[in-house]
């Protein structure tokens, strides 16, 4: 038997994490790694954050599971929270950010087919988007190597230039149910979406009566500098999707949507035996205690400014390594002129600094929302000795 044990679906490096001290990792070998991937924008309180291990040994020492065929207290209680702070109504609640979007799809096709309009099924979607990995999520994403082996597609999916609002406009049809966008793409390259984008994708939705459901998986709970994205653009979405950030490393997602965009979402129609266990609800109470208030948002958006600037002083000196710098918060694209991945190797490899390679030669600068001074201190010094020592691999 030549397979291994763990499904070889993922391409794992060399670097074998075993221990988290904030914003470090601790590999097998006991080397330390600066941590700017964040379990890819998950761990946003960093690794053993005190108020988040506290919950979660309480609410394992008092109740993890039970079924959703009983009143949830735990859940009520975070749903309200988010209700509070957001532009939704409801919530439902999940384990990953696929769950979330495949939840907000199902809403998006409720909201028509249960007043009667069964033809209205189809989702624009975004090129270069990513959704997640089940069927649903996959079809929604234009990206062919997502799809290899894997047909057919589910129906229903039409993909525009991200960014392009006459496409969009164009794309709509009788069929058409609604949009389904990232605000700020994350594994597509740190590409944030305009304003005049964005506000266009709200007119044409409340003109043709169309559902705008929002992507933030990667980009919601505070990382982006407000709890959600859309709060920068002063639109209102119709549903958003949320997961990654929001457990702070425990799998936690939610579909927020307004009572009218939820329209179609009654008793029977949806479901998930461990979504919202209290558990999951402990963790998601944690995070919030930290994030969302003025001065943890505040500070993430200072602290996103300071990497940026240091960031845009120093590709000067690489004109031939970097092209640009982008993002909102402390979700920051750095645009390489190279692709990307070998340059993400050469940091975790020669230099222990952890990012994330992303679409469009982008390296994704992702740390926890919880970094001091002296991490970007230490970032810097490790992405410039690894600029300094790198030698751009010959292209094959
Ligand atoms: C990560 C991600 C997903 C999928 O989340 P999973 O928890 O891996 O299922 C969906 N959308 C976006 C924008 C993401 O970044």
């Known amino acids: 038997m ?28 006991g080397a330390r790694y600066l941590d700017f991937a964040s379990g890819i924008a998950v761990n946003i309180l960093g690794h053993s954050h005190p108020g988040l291990i506290g919950a979660i040994q309480r609410q394992a020492e008092t109740l993890m599971h039970v079924s959703n ?37 199902k809403a998006v096709r409720a909201y028509h087919q249960s007043a009667g309009a ?6 624009i979607t975004f090129k270069n988007a990513f959704h997640g990995r089940t069927m649903a999520t996959i079809s929604a994403s234009n990206q062919d190597k997502m799809h290899h082996g894997f047909l057919p597609l589910l129906a229903g999916f039409k993909y525009v ?21 990232e605000p700020i793409q994350g594994e597509g390259g740190i590409r944030v979406a305009s304003d005049a984008f964005m506000h266009g994708l ?10 705008l459901a929002l992507d933030e998986v990667q980009c919601g709970m505070a990382r982006s500098g407000t709890l959600y994205a859309y709060e920068q653009y002063g639109i209102v979405p119709d549903i958003v999707a949320t997961a990654k950030g929001i457990g702070g490393g425990f799998p936690l997602g939610a579909c927020l949507a307004t009572e009218k965009a939820a329209r179609g979402m009654t008793v029977g129609t949806h479901g998930s035996t461990y979504g919202g266990n209290p558990l999951a609800m402990a963790a998601g109470e944690a995070v919030l205690d930290a994030v969302a208030n003025d001065e943890f948002l505040a500070e993430v958006r200072a602290k996103g400014e300071r990497i940026r600037a240091r960031l845009e002083q120093f590709i000067g000196n690489y004109p031939d390594l970097f092209e640009l710098v982008r993002g909102r918060g402390l979700m920051i694209g750095l645009k390489m002129r190279p692709e990307s991945r070998p340059f993400v190797a050469h940091l975790r490899d020669n230099h222990q600094l952890l990012t994330v390679a992303a679409g469009d ?36």
């Open 361 to 396: 030669s982008t390296v994704r600068v992702i740390p926890p929302l919880v970094i001091d001074d002296s991490h970007i201190d230490e970032f810097m010094d490790k992405l410039s000795a690894g600029a300094a020592s790198y030698a751009v691999p010959v292209a094959a």
């Open 2 to 29: 030549s397979i291994t044990p763990l499904m070889p679906v993922y391409p794992r490096c060399g670097f074998r994490p075993v221990r988290g001290e904030h914003c470090h990792l601790i590999g097998e070998d």
């Open 69 to 105: 065929l009983y009143g949830s207290p735990q859940g009520e209680k975070l749903a309200q929270r988010l209700v509070d702070l957001t532009f939704a109504d409801t919530v439902f609640f999940t384990n990953s950010g696929a769950e979330a979007v495949e939840c907000a799809i």
């Open 118 to 123: 069964d033809h209205r099924h189809e989702i």
């Open 202 to 211: 709200r007119a044409l939705a409340d003109e043709h009566d169309l559902m």
């Open 161 to 181: 230039e991200f960014d392009d609002l006459e496409g969009a406009k164009a794309a709509i049809g009788p069929n058409t149910a609604g949009f389904l966008v």
